[in-house]
């Protein structure tokens, strides 16, 4: 792993504040997700990924986006490991960047549907943009 | 003051090498108390110990120092020497001069220094011994096991085939525990009750033991050796001396409502009972919870049918005292609440089952006389889950799970789906696992017929939910070797839920001042060396009260204690370590602390009348130390602020002195 | 709220006393001046004429019980303010008096003052004392001075913990709560100094001590029957300190040996001649063992297990205990 | 070179068990520690009474060490747990009171780690030496 990644993926465990070495690598997150078709990659997938230094495809994926942030796989956990949470700090490292938000304030009004909720809006710009 | 010789060991020239010995012995002379002062090629050789014991003769020298190696390779053997010589052994003291000088440093000057110090030390520590001598307590020859499963009654059966009486207190109303439940048993799949019920009947017609079932354990004191314990015996309103155990009286109960525990409420029983056909003792119990005359006052059928008139409404619990040497806790385990696991719809759906519930279906004396039926609509499964570590080694949530793995789960879940495959080829069944672990005997071996040869479904990776629909059970699951999601529809999902230590364990331990982990399973004196005993004397362990284990592990740990058993109860006497605590009971102010950190129970307390200078009487409460239970560990002396603790052998003054002669 | 003063006091004691409930009375009495209140034991009605109320009556009278009620059959009345019980407390839990022979009154508190503190306003040759919301101070040089109350609290006063009971068999006046206090803030301002400095400011507070041992004898968690300090056959006693190290030896030891068990009450500082901060070490115990351990404060129920004679698998390690705090 | 010729003085507590036991595999397999370290044998480290360690620096040593099973270990099931809370706090006060906390230390050497033992005392002797006399703690009534 090269000194960019390590801090990169240093940097997602402390945003997180997740200790990946905590899996057991049982599959119950991925097991519980209810967004799992969605995903590229999946929860375990994450924080085996994470773990190893593997950061770099998980940056460019889409999953980040598709992850519901249901936190089941967080309540299911047996260890403890809420890889929600990881993917969260996954997403804020891009999203974090210059010009890394995936939603931007001029895209809304193209988006917007009456049945969409306020607070649906509200939250998704949370979650995509910084 | 004393009298005390000083014995240098050359031990050849491991010690001689690096320490100039003519210089430590002529150095020791002048130290107080020292009047002979000699070194000799090697002190603990046949001429050595001669040397020592003349010298004291000679000398008459009240203690002895010897500069040699470690106190650990011959300080038993000098001790010897002393008594020989007529001496106190504990008037000995060894000044390490071997491991922890010659060995350590390299030049003669420095180790001859410290070898000097370190003889200093050891002289100034003799100065202040003072004989000691090892009490001595009785052995009552008889034996307690608590719990009657497979473990306790191992132990039970090796103990009294060494001629020794033992009793067995079994909470239930009958032995047999867990295994008397199972169906068959892994590797070999011998049917459980083949294999234990003549055992149980073997201790029922053993002539050296007794059973209290349906009893428990209310007090316990004394200590190894001598202990007294209260055994409550629950009133079962029914007389077992006379009780036939014909079984006419569970026949015409008109109470038959009653959910079976011994078929973890899969079916009901009546309200007076005998849990199964090959019970020990075989004899009813009535159920005052459900039984109409004992509520209010209304039936008496079993009073009419029963022949032989051993029913008997106005039975008292009965408290018998007993003295016992030694006490082997046996206590078991239970599978774990599902209550909490949701996510696993235990509650939701009758054909979500624990594996337990699972062995009760496929018994042929079960609910379904050993069809696998499930639960809901007693109809065929066709698909079934197994789920592997439910609530094991789960370290997220303590109220949920516990984080050890409980060790049998992998081999019971191969067997059942073994035998579901063996018997019912036309169900598919699938494990979902996160390791198979099969240390054991023919156990990988086991696994693998599953898989290659029954055709199971082994994937790796864990359910994440389980929902009712319809008459199916959704199962979503993770396959992580294939990253999958699956999603299966199955007829039935069996959980392999962890075991925890029976719930008893706990207020058992604090009666018998054992230890325990968080986990509730007591912990044994060694964990290597010493895996049977618990720390305190005395008392001993067997089965799946001090971990995770499967019937031949058990039988083996059963056997062992049993076997420690049998070696403390051959003794007559028992000689303590003389080196313990004991207490000045005139600084002594009651506080407790000492009582509170003694890892033995060793500590007691009474109530004391002292006459005060001025002529009046005060009662105090004084701490009193059980020599016998004592280990000498020295805690107590440290929490007790007046010193009036101390410790025998390591008094606060002799270490002192020691720290001083070495500070000097 | 009733005002708790020496009439209510004594009217109690008086009942009590009349009614058979007790048959003495512990209570305080005036000493040679108005503010050197001293314990006292009353064993009539008669002699309750003595009793004395106000905010001199600092002495925590927990101690007092153990030599009471070891000898005589009698039970005794004490009165308890709320720093009190907590002292009440731990001895029970060490079984130092037997509660059946004990009637406890207690009696809210809203501090009692220091007359160091009045000394340093008014300045020497006090002749009178007039308590109360304001302090009347009349001189020998018939001078008057006013002083707040306030502002001459006792320092154990000032950063009080708890205004709350928690034990009596009687309660006049309102309960108070436990208090959110500063009591820690000295400890931190002397960890945060260098080694250096720490070590100047207790070579300089603990040289002046004199071995009076005032501080041992009126602790309520120092109750052995002997002290090791006293014991001749303890490698450490000692009467006097010799040299500069003994008194820190014997501070540490003392400290040490109620570590978990003193309650912060503050009688140690307050009887000190040679003004030694002494709660300063005790409440560095205090404060490291609700660090280290969770938080426990000493004598709040009866039967707790001290945190020395306790512990977890997961305590921890004496090594990080400096940098963990 | 000027150098402190002053030889540092150790006390070591070491517990029979497993410490004393390290010392002697250390001395089994030669490995060398400086001779300032002196060792006094205790059942258990939960015997050592804070009194002795404060003694020890009041006649003069320069630096005490425990040294117990690791916790779990205890052949006493829980002795060192009590040590580690009591050092724990008197270590903590000897630094309130402005002592240099590299004097004390305990350290858990169980009887197989020898090795431990040795570096242990090595890096122990190194630290206090570094330090020079103790004369924060030591009483001059008593030095020669």
Redesign the interface.
């Known amino acids: 792993m090269n000194d960019k990644l390590k801090n990169t993926r240093d940097e997602i465990v402390r945003i997180s504040g997740v200790n990946p070495k905590k899996c057991m690598k049982c599959g119950k997150c991925t097991a519980t997700c209810p967004a799992f078709d969605e995903m590229e990659y999946h929860p375990h997938q994450f924080v085996a990924m994470v773990e190893n230094g593997d950061i770099q495809p998980l940056l460019e994926s889409e999953s980040l986006y598709r992850c519901l942030s249901c936190f089941a796989c967080v309540d299911r956990c047996p260890r403890g490991v809420e890889p929600a949470k990881l993917v969260e700090a996954v997403r804020l490292t891009v999203i974090r960047k210059k010009g890394g938000n995936r939603l931007k304030t001029d895209d809304i009004p193209a988006l917007l549907d009456e049945n969409i909720p306020q607070q649906a809006l509200v939250s998704a710009l949370r979650k995509y943009a910084k | 003051m004393q009298r005390i010789g000083v014995f240098v060991c050359w031990c050849g020239s491991n010690i001689a090498g690096t320490v100039d010995v003519q210089a430590v012995s002529e150095a020791l002379k002048n130290e107080p108390g020292v009047v002979f002062s000699a070194n000799y090629q090697y002190m603990c050789s046949q001429a050595g110990q001669n040397m020592i014991i003349e010298a004291v003769k000679e000398h008459n020298l009240t203690g002895i120092v010897v500069c040699s190696c470690s106190p650990r390779m011959h300080e038993a053997t000098f001790r010897k020497t002393a008594a020989a010589a007529g001496l106190n052994p504990y008037m000995v003291e060894i000044a390490n001069i071997r491991e922890q000088c010659s060995w350590v440093h390299k030049d003669m000057l420095t180790g001859t220094e410290k070898a000097i110090i370190l003889g200093k030390a050891a002289v100034a520590k003799v100065n202040l011994n003072t004989p000691l001598v090892a009490g001595e307590t009785p052995v009552t020859k008889r034996a307690l096991v608590i719990g009657g499963g497979i473990a306790g009654i191992q132990t039970a059966l090796d103990i009294a085939e060494a001629g020794f009486p033992v009793d067995i207190v079994e909470t239930k109303p009958t032995i047999g525990g867990k295994m008397a439940q199972l169906d068959k048993t892994f590797p070999t799949l011998d049917c459980a009750a083949c294999i234990l019920t003549p055992k149980m009947v073997d201790v029922a017609q053993n002539e050296n033991i007794r059973i209290f079932s349906y009893s428990e354990v209310t007090e316990v004191k004394g200590f190894v050796g001598n202990f007294d314990v209260t055994v409550k015996k629950k009133a079962r309103y029914v007389n077992e001396d006379i009780c036939t155990g014909c079984g006419a009286c569970v026949e015409k109960c008109p109470m038959k409502k009653v959910p079976n525990e011994f078929n973890l409420n899969m079916d009901n029983r009546s309200a007076i009972y005998i849990p199964f056909a090959q019970a020990v003792p075989k004899v009813a119990t009535i159920d005052p919870n459900h039984c109409n005359m004992l509520k209010n006052g209304r039936c008496g059928v079993c009073s009419k049918v029963c022949a032989a008139g051993a029913i008997d409404y106005k039975q008292k619990d009965e408290y018998i005292q007993e003295k016992y040497g030694a006490i082997v806790v046996a206590t078991g385990f239970n599978p774990i609440s599902m209550d909490k696991f949701d996510e696993y719809a235990y509650n939701q759906s009758k054909d979500v089952i624990t594996s337990l519930e699972f062995e009760r279906l496929t018994n042929a004396a079960g609910p379904t006389a050993g069809k696998l039926l499930r639960p809901s609509d007693l109809k065929h499964p066709h698909t079934i889950v197994f789920v592997q570590c439910v609530g094991s080694r789960c370290a997220a949530c303590a109220e949920k799970g516990k984080e050890y793995c409980s060790k049998i789960c992998c081999m019971y879940t191969a067997k059942h789906a073994m035998l579901t495959r063996d018997k019912y080829p036309d169900t598919e069944v699938y494990v979902f696992y996160i390791d198979v672990r099969t240390p054991g005997k023919s156990f990988d071996e086991f696994y693998r017929r599953a898989v290659e040869e029954y055709g199971v479904h082994y994937i790796k990776g864990m359910v994440g939910k389980v929902f009712p629909e319809g008459d199916k059970l959704k199962v979503q699951a993770s396959d992580l070797l294939n990253n999958k999601q699956l999603h299966i529809d199955a007829d039935l999902v069996v959980l392999a839920a962890a075991i925890e230590p029976d719930k008893s364990a706990r207020p058992l331990a604090t009666m018998l001042t054992a230890s325990m982990d968080t986990n509730d399973f007591f912990t044994e004196a060694h964990p290597k060396l010493r895996p049977v005993e618990s720390p305190t004397a005395g008392v001993f362990l067997s089965g799946t009260c001090q971990g995770p284990k499967d019937i031949p592990e058990t039988v083996s740990q059963a056997s062992a204690a049993a076997a420690k058993v049998i070696s403390l109860l051959v003794k007559d006497k028992l000689k303590g370590n003389p080196c313990v605590a004991s207490s000045d009971e005139l600084m002594c102010n009651g506080c407790s602390s000492c009582e509170r950190v003694c890892p033995y129970g060793a500590i007691t307390y009474e109530d004391k009348e002292f006459r005060m200078p001025d002529r009046t009487v005060a009662i105090r409460r004084v701490a009193k130390v059980n020599p016998a239970v004592c280990q000498g560990c020295g805690c107590c002396t440290v929490v007790c602020p007046s010193g009036a603790m101390d410790l025998r052998g390591f008094a606060n003054r002799q270490i002192i002195a020691e720290v001083d002669a070495i500070c000097k | 709220m009733q005002k708790i003063t020496r009439d209510l006091l004594v009217e109690k004691a008086v009942s009590l006393l009349e009614n058979g409930t007790v048959d003495m009375v512990l209570g305080w009495k005036k000493g040679e001046f108005d503010y050197d209140i001293t314990p006292a034991v009353f064993a009539n009605a008669e002699s309750l004429k003595d009793f004395v109320f106000d905010d001199f009556c600092g002495a925590n009278f927990s101690k007092y019980l153990i030599a009471n009620t070891k000898k005589t059959a009698s039970k005794v009345l004490v009165f308890l303010k709320p720093c009190d019980t907590y002292s009440f407390n731990q001895l029970l839990t060490e079984h130092r008096f037997d509660r059946e022979k004990v009637y406890a009154v207690s009696i809210p508190c809203d501090g009692m003052v220091d007359i160091h503190k009045i000394r340093a306003v008014s300045g020497e040759g006090i002749a009178k004392i007039e308590c109360g919301e304001k302090i009347t101070v009349s001189t020998i040089y018939d001078e008057t001075v006013n002083i707040e109350k306030a502002d001459v609290l006792a320092e154990r006063c000032v950063n009080c913990k708890s205004k709350k009971h928690v034990a009596y068999d009687e309660l006049l006046g309102e309960d108070g709560e436990v208090l959110e206090s500063a009591r820690f803030d000295e400890v931190e301002k002397l960890e945060s100094m260098t080694a250096d400095e720490r070590f100047e400011f207790w070579q300089g507070e603990l040289s002046r001590c004199i071995r009076c041992n005032a501080c041992r004898d009126v602790c309520p968690a120092c109750t052995c029957e002997k002290c090791v300090f006293d014991n001749p056959a303890s490698p450490v006693e000692n009467k006097a300190a010799a040299n500069s190290f003994e008194e820190k030896m014997f501070h540490i030891i003392r400290a040490f040996h109620v570590a978990g068990r003193c309650t912060d009450c503050g009688e140690c500082s307050r009887v000190c001649p040679q003004h030694i901060p002494l709660h300063l070490l005790n409440r560095k115990f205090i404060k490291d063992i609700d660090n280290f351990y969770g938080e426990y404060q000493a004598g709040e129920e009866v039967g707790t297990r001290a945190p020395l004679v306790n512990y977890t698998t997961e305590d921890l390690e004496p090594g990080e205990a400096v940098e963990g705090r | 070179m000027q150098v402190n010729e002053r030889k540092p003085?150790i006390?070591a507590f070491c517990c029979n068990w497993c410490s004393?036991?390290g010392?002697?595999l250390?001395?089994?397999n030669?490995?060398?520690?400086p001779?300032d370290v002196?060792?006094?044998?205790?059942?258990?480290s939960?015997?050592?009474?804070?009194?002795?360690i404060?003694?020890?620096?009041?006649?003069?040593?320069d630096g005490v060490i425990l040294c117990g099973c690791h916790?779990?270990?205890c052949?006493?099931?829980?002795?060192n747990?009590?040590t580690?809370?009591?050092?724990?706090?008197?270590?903590?006060?000897?630094?309130?009171?402005?002592?240099?906390?590299e004097r004390?230390?305990?350290e858990w050497v169980s009887a197989a780690e020898g090795a431990k033992f040795?570096a242990t005392m090595n890096d122990f002797a190194q630290t206090v030496a570094a330090l020079g006399e103790n004369k924060?703690?030591?009483?001059?009534?008593?030095k020669?």
């Not at chain 4, 030669?30 to 520690?33: A, D, F, N, Q, V």
């Not at chain 4, 939960?46 to 002795?52: L, Y």
């Not at chain 4, 706090?89 to 309130?96: A, E, G, I, R, V």
């Not at chain 4, 924060?136 to 008593?142: A, F, I």
């Open positions: 003085l006390v004393y036991a010392a002697d250390a001395g089994n030669r490995l060398s520690y001779a002196k060792i006094i044998k205790v059942p258990c939960c015997r050592v009474n804070p009194m002795f404060l003694r020890a620096f009041q006649r003069g040593a916790p779990g270990d052949h006493y099931t829980s002795g747990y009590y580690r809370r009591r050092m724990a706090l008197l270590f903590s006060m000897l630094d309130y009171l402005g002592i240099e906390k004390t230390r305990v040795a924060r703690l030591e009483d001059l009534r008593c020669k």
